[in-house]
């Protein structure tokens, strides 16, 4: 198992340094400057100029690409181009954010995701998988931004259940807001789960060992909680793994629509002011942890499937 | 307020195509409001300011609020509340006037002495004790100093010295006179004053952590791209303020503001341009809706350096071909006026006739005489729905002299390096774009960008004309307002005459302001929170 830990954290490693050089690349592949949004358009071309030299953007890029992994390498990710603010900071002072927005959507997809697709499954055919399969198509099929829209329109402007803008202070204020992002950003994953663990139920039970627990007279509920489930949801919790990467993708709209702050947003605004300090650390630092939750994901998955953690183990 | 050609509105993330995130979103918004509207409910009423605290919106988060240093618009209308400004603009009124505030007496003895007088007793924060004139001397003179490299020494361009004759008293000093020494310098960040002592242990300069202020709100909290918490200063004397903390929240999206607005997350809030019709006609119930005339000038360009437009009687024809009139409706919806030059109304300098109008004949005409059939050319715009609108109707005008336009959509970022020779060749491709910039209120800002000198930087017409050299400089030295006045108008007909520019407009701007909330905005749509009143 130490053995495969090390080859995924190497694989990691190597996953970062492509994706960082790769973003090096395209930042300065398309037209745009960061040394005039730090300066406005009053700075002379000498300050321009000077700045310029100063952020290191006068060398050729892959020096860049090398100076920016040797300051990594002693934990420095630079200053925001245009405030001269740590990046670390900046990006340490976003990502809570958007962690309690993706642990939220997490909570609003998995919960009935996973009970609508065992229900689903269990009730094969029946009139509630029918309804379950329309409302899982339904809610994928509609666009995220979409629902966060309507939900802010119905639930905070015409109800006024919900505030609309903001992530709030203190505890209960910052639930009270992450309400509806959770929801907007989560719902089209309910469906997406559900049909995914009924695809993967539907298999398991046809398989042999869980005829064999229903000719000892195993009762169905356990069958399908202890024999079924427990090997049906592997591919769900890849699935998820993966989720929450995308889920940092889609935090961006969220975050705009809700006016709340996040790396999604940082990252976005960083790319129109072509602010490269804050663009390339936002992606070292989801990068990095995409990474560890598929790596998680995959341990989780040989901790649940013996024949995985066998596998894992020679 | 950034001279930065403004953003105002959206950008997107896609440099070739029409769609984007933020356009969609907001014909998304638009259209669910209009859904909900037709279930005949109408927009919950505007919650009123509570607890003395004031919610509104920061276009952005802030960056940077040192005086010389500082960055955007943001950056400015926080420094309006931080520091006491030496002159401060009137609000409420229709025309710029700009009066003495942590100055207690400005006296003009002549076109290079300007005696001034400190209002006694303005408190620094910390230990920095009172304000003095040799605070005044420092502030101005380091914006001043060419060493320091701030990007706002053209501010104080002819800062000569200043004479501290006094603990309160001084006079300024100027090489030459100075117009906007009294419309763009000492009413604006530029005329901030503050102690050497707290700049020195800043380290010469500072960012978003301001070691010192005296105006009449400080920083309580600030959770960067989250919120910004200010509160009242009990020491600030100068005028009353009415609420104890003003909360602001940096949306960058005016969609999402409005959206904030109604739902009574804000108190006060700068709407987008495509909503103020409907803002306009309906009002959530119990809130004020108020329009403005911005000192933002919208107009298109014409690069003089491209073979295609290197003619001038085919730029001559693009400006017939162009019916000013029927671009503003499309892109502003009724919400802006033609406009005849680069300068907003209510500022010496505006201009009031076009020399070239719409006249489709006259446009043939020049180009079947410069020989010029079947011209294609490029028109440059940004992301926004106002410049794909404007640019829409321009493709179909100049279509109708058999001239055709090919829209090029570019995210802000790529936009706003077209044409500057630094970075890249581009501008020599760039034919038509779609151009606005922000300014502050004197004429000098909206000309001081079709000099010679800076052509390839910010003059993406690439226009040069010694005698628009000779009046930009001779302008800003002028006292005569009279003189001024026809000065600014001969550079803005000297601008048209070259064909190199189309002017559109004035960009509009509209607020909404909750129940019991007196806004205090000055004519161009700035607010100034410290003034905002509960009534």
Redesign the interface.
């Known amino acids: 198992m130490f053995g495969y830990i090390v080859r995924r954290a190497t694989l990691a490693i190597v996953v970062i340094l492509t994706v960082i050089a790769a973003m090096f690349v395209m930042m300065h592949a398309v037209p745009g400057d960061p040394v005039r949004a730090a300066l406005g358009p009053r700075a002379s071309e000498a300050m321009v100029e000077a700045y310029r030299v100063n952020l290191g953007l006068d060398q050729p890029v892959w020096v860049q690409i090398l100076r920016y992994f040797g300051a990594v390498l002693r934990g420095d990710l630079g200053q925001d181009a245009i405030s001269g603010t740590p990046v670390l900071r900046v990006i340490l002072s976003q990502l809570p954010d958007t962690l309690y927005l993706i642990a939220g959507a997490m909570l609003v997809a998995v919960v009935p995701g996973i009970h609508l697709g065992v229900v689903s499954a269990t009730h094969r055919g029946g009139l509630f998988d029918r309804i379950g399969s329309v409302l899982s198509v339904s809610v994928m099929a509609v666009p995220s931004f979409v629902i966060a829209i309507y939900l802010l329109l119905i639930f905070s402007i015409r109800l006024g259940w919900f505030p609309a803008i903001g992530a709030g202070e203190g505890l209960v204020d910052k639930l009270h807001r992450l309400v509806l992002p959770s929801i907007a950003l989560g719902l089209a994953w309910i469906g997406y789960l559900a049909r995914i663990l009924r695809a993967s139920m539907l298999e398991v039970m046809a398989e042999n060992h869980v005829r064999t627990a229903r000719a000892f007279g195993i009762s169905q509920r356990r069958i399908m909680y202890d024999y079924v489930l427990r090997i049906a949801i592997l591919p769900t919790i890849t699935v998820l793994g993966m989720g929450i990467g995308q889920m940092i993708s889609g935090a961006v709209f969220a975050e705009i629509v809700f006016g709340r702050p996040g790396v999604g947003k940082l990252v976005y605004d960083a790319i129109a002011n072509r602010n490269y300090p804050i663009v390339t650390g936002t992606v070292l630092l989801t990068t990095g942890f995409f990474v560890l939750v598929s790596l998680a994901a995959d341990l989780l998955i040989a901790f649940l499937d013996p024949r995985v953690r066998n596998v894992i183990s020679r | 307020m ?4 403004t953003t105002t509105g959206t ?1 997107g ?1 896609s ?1 070739t195509h029409g769609f984007t ?2 356009g ?2 907001g014909a ?2 638009t259209a ?2 209009m ?2 509207s037709l279930g005949g ?1 109408p ?2 009423a505007q919650a009123s300011a509570a607890g003395g605290t004031l919610r509104a919106r920061l276009y ?1 988060d802030i ?2 609020l040192d005086p010389a240093y500082w ?1 955007s618009a943001s950056d400015a209308l926080v420094m309006e509340a931080l520091y006491a400004f030496s002159m401060q603009f009137e609000t409420g009124t229709g025309a710029f006037e700009a009066k003495p505030l942590a100055l207690k007496s400005v006296t003009v003895r002549d076109d290079t002495h300007i005696d001034f007088e400190l209002n006694p007793g303005i408190r620094y924060s910390g230990d920095y004790g009172e304000m003095t004139a040799e605070d005044a001397r420092f502030s101005w003179e380091r914006i001043a100093d060419p060493a320091n ?1 701030s ?2 020494a ?1 501010d104080w361009a002819q800062l000569d010295h200043v004479d501290v004759t006094g603990s309160h008293t001084g006079t300024i000093v100027l090489k030459q006179p100075f117009a906007p020494l009294f419309t763009s310098t000492l009413p604006a960040t530029s005329g901030i004053i503050l102690p050497r002592a707290a700049i020195e242990a800043a380290g010469g300069r500072f ?2 952590t301001p070691p010192v202020t005296s105006g009449p709100y400080r920083i309580r909290d600030w ?5 910004l918490v200010l509160e009242r200063n009990p020491d600030f004397t100068l005028f009353d303020v009415d609420f104890e903390i003003i909360e602001l ?1 940096p ?3 005016p969609k ?2 409005e ?2 607005f ?5 108190d006060h809030a700068q709407i987008s341009i495509s909503s103020i019709p409907r803002y306009a006609a309906t009002p959530p119930r119990g809130a004020t809706f108020d329009e403005f005339t911005a000192l933002n000038y919208y107009w298109m360009g014409m690069n003089e350096a491209n073979e295609s437009l290197a003619d001038q009687r085919v730029r001559r024809a693009i400006q017939h071909g162009i019916s000013r009139e029927a671009v503003v409706e499309a892109a502003y919806l009724g919400a802006a006026q033609p406009a005849a030059g680069i300068i907003a109304p209510g500022l010496v300098g505006n201009r009031t006739e076009n020399s070239f109008n719409y006249d489709p004949e006259a446009a043939r005409a020049l180009l079947a005489e410069a020989g010029v059939t079947g011209l294609q050319v490029s028109l440059a715009i940004q992301q926004t729905a106002e410049d794909l609108a404007a640019a829409q109707i321009i493709q179909a005008m100049l279509a109708d002299i058999d001239i055709t336009v090919r829209i090029d959509q570019h ?4 936009f ?3 044409g ?1 020779e ?3 060749d ?1 501008w020599k491709d760039l034919q038509l774009f779609l151009f606005s910039f922000a300014m502050q209120p004197d004429p000098s800002w909206a000309t001081m960008w079709f000099t010679t000198d800076q052509v390839g ?2 003059n993406w017409q690439r226009f040069s004309n010694a005698e628009f050299d000779r009046l930009n400089a001779d302008a800003v030295v002028e006292m005569d307002p009279a003189k001024r006045q026809d000065m600014y108008v001969r550079m803005q007909e000297l601008l048209e005459d070259s064909g190199d520019v189309v002017y559109l407009t004035y960009e509009p701007v509209g607020t909404l302001t909750g129940a019991g909330i007196s806004a205090a905005m000055r004519p161009d749509g700035w607010p100034i929170l410290s003034r905002f009143k509960r009534v």
């Open positions: 950034t001279k930065r050609p950008s993330t440099p995130r933020r969609f979103l998304g918004l669910g409001a859904g909900l409910r927009v919950l952005a960056s940077n960055t490299d990007p706002y053209a960012t978003t959770q960067p791209r989250t919120r929240l949306i960058e999206d999402t503001a959206l904030g109604e739902a009574g997350d804000l995210e802000s970022g790529s706003w390096s077209l500057i630094a970075d890249g581009s930087v910010w």
